[in-house]
């Protein structure tokens, strides 16, 4: 006489189909964190290209203007880096 075959999953099975949903989820939620900061990122450096670009330009429209433009330069390049070290100083440890 054949056995029959048991065709019910092992115990564990769900709780090990739970957990892996979990992961998936987890998973899931940190690669839209790490878009989301990859976009952040591309944003602050294409603003600091802005104001090199800015800086620049304060310097090739008028070569003659001399202190005054060296001032002006320097005010765009400080209101350029302001934001990036306020950010860095404010990244969290660990």
Known sequence: M???RDTRRPPGVKQWK???ELRRSQIGRQHDHVIERMRE???RLLEALYCFAESNHLRL???GRGARSIQDR????EHC???IVRRL??????
């Open 89 to 94: 100083n404010s990244l969290p440890t660990g």
């Open 18 to 20: 739970h957990e892996l």
């Open 2 to 4: 054949d056995r029959i």
């Open 41 to 43: 990122d591309e944003t």
């Open 81 to 83: 880096l302001f934001p």
């Open 61 to 63: 429209a008028v070569p």
């Open 74 to 77: 320097l005010a765009t390049l």
